[in-house]
Structure formats: structure tokens, C-alpha cells
């Protein structure tokens, strides 16, 4: 069972940044493929970016890119979401979310874990 624990939500102002974490308590963390999904009230949950397990492979959202980076820290179990540009239209909660492949976490295939998600609010 992998834990994952988001960190580094909050309130911004429009075109300021901030950068997400999400710390994973397995030791085998470099054996997932790791992801950011969001959520906004009333709307579906949104794939944000994506990265394979030795980081080779990235893959964002298409309104992220160039603004959002991913990357990950095996020796550390973490990944992390660097938002740059912030909108409000970003606000949501964001999660963390691992599993055997991006693609996988995106089509929302059996076997995946989640965060409990961090808030991100951008006034404007």
C-alpha cells in the first residue's frame, strides 16, 4: 500500500507560482509512474502532468504546458509540480497519484493510489 501525502497548496495571486509535493512512504517509489490530476467544483477530474518512473518521460495537460513542470526525487520519494503563470481558471484541488504507467493513471486503471489533494486557489 503506498501513501501519499500532497503539500504546498494555498491562495495566489494571479501570475504568481507555487510548487506541490507529494511525499510517497513506499520505498519502492521508483518503480511508479507518478501523476498530477486536479479537480475544480462541479467539473471532472483533469489530468495536470505525468512522469515516468526514471523521469525520461514526461507529460503535461495541454493548457499547463509550458507553464507547469514535473519532476521527481527517487532518493527522496517525492514528486513535484512547479506551477508558473498561475491562473484562476487553476484553481482546484490538485492529487497526487501513482501507479504502474501515466497512461494507465489516466484511463483510471485498477491498481493506482491516491492522495488526499491539496488545495490551490488563484485570485485575480
Known amino acids: 500500500q503506498v501513501q501519499l501525502v500532497e503539500s504546498g497548496g494555498g491562495l495566489v495571486q494571479a501570475g504568481g507560482s507555487l510548487r506541490l509535493s507529494c511525499a510517497a512512504s513506499?520505498?519502492?517509489?521508483?518503480?511508479?509512474?507518478m501523476a498530477w490530476f486536479r479537480q475544480a467544483p462541479g467539473k471532472e477530474r483533469e489530468f495536470v502532468a505525468g512522469?515516468?518512473?526514471?523521469?525520461?518521460?514526461?507529460y503535461y495537460g495541454d493548457s499547463m504546458k509550458g507553464r507547469f513542470t514535473i519532476s521527481r526525487d527517487n532518493a527522496k520519494n517525492t514528486v513535484y509540480l512547479q506551477m508558473n503563470n498561475l491562473k484562476p481558471e487553476d484553481t482546484a484541488v490538485y492529487y497526487c497519484?501513482?501507479?504502474?504507467?501515466?497512461?494507465?493513471?489516466?484511463?483510471?486503471?485498477?491498481?493506482?493510489?491516491w492522495g488526499q489533494g491539496t488545495q490551490v486557489t488563484v485570485s485575480s
Open positions: 512522469i515516468s518512473r526514471t523521469a525520461v518521460s514526461t
Open positions: 513506499e520505498r519502492t517509489f521508483s518503480s511508479y509512474a
Open positions: 497519484a501513482a501507479g504502474i504507467s501515466v497512461s494507465g493513471l489516466r484511463r483510471g486503471d485498477p491498481g493506482g493510489y
